[in-house]
T-cell receptor
């Protein structure tokens, strides 16, 4: 199957700083990528849909000014957590969607963010 | 609204068979996915069904009934490594995935 990479795998940052997470689709050009967040022992929660060349679509309750998404190329989307707080500590997972049916989503390995 | 229902947790014995059910209500339907997620890892693809019937892939099989809005994932010859969460997700008319909360499967020796 297709490969999606994420970098970094884990990051520890201080409260108030910003963290950028990269998601790359290595095998195909992904016009659409997704960003998810998962707290321990909870299900995946879709944060936003990242569309190449246009603004991201955020799910209800997700602050777009806090979670900045940039999808500048067909193989790269970035999520920047600005002014991070301890409650932002979570597992962030991206996925890239195939450009044709069945539009399968391939997931990156995830990034574990810890804000101290 | 759009909704996916699946049991929160199931327990089964090593070597046995387990069936994880999923019911869905979506605006339009373009198929149903099953993913496996081990703790601390990202989900991995297991199966995709868009037509009614059973799709078999090794020890794992997935079934779909579009008229009933129902799917199940069947795991045979259970192994300890099958302990994971299993996520059901339906593709709506906009090709957006609607996710279930996942079923945590516990395998006992």
């Amino acid at each position: 199957g297709a490969v999606v990479s994420q970098h970094p795998s884990w990051v520890i940052c201080k409260s108030g700083t910003s963290v950028k997470i990269e998601c790359r689709s290595l095998d195909f050009q992904a016009t659409t990528m997704f960003w998810y967040r998962q707290f321990p022992k909870q299900s995946l929660m879709l944060m936003a849909t990242s569309n190449e060349g246009s603004k991201a679509t955020y799910e209800q309750g997700v602050e777009k000014d806090k979670f900045l998404i940039n999808h500048a190329s067909l193989t790269l989307s970035t999520l920047t957590v600005t002014s991070a707080h301890p409650e932002d500590s979570s597992f962030y997972i991206c996925s890239a969607r195939e450009p044709s049916e069945p539009y399968e989503q391939y997931f990156g390995p995830g990034t574990r963010l810890t804000v101290t | 609204g759009q909704n996916i229902d699946q049991p929160t947790e199931m327990t089964a014995t090593e070597g046995a068979i387990v069936q994880i059910n999923c019911t869905y209500q979506t605006s339009g339907f373009n198929g149903l996915f099953w993913y496996q997620q081990h703790a601390g890892e990202a989900p991995t693809f297991l199966s995709y069904n868009v037509l009614d019937g059973l799709e078999e892939k090794g020890r794992f099989s997935s079934f779909l009934s579009r008229s009933k809005g129902y799917s199940y994932l069947l795991l045979k010859e259970l192994q300890m490594k099958d302990s994971a969460s299993y996520l059901c997700a339906a593709l709506d008319s906009n090709y957006q995935l609607i996710w279930g909360a996942g079923t945590k499967l516990i395998i006992k020796p």
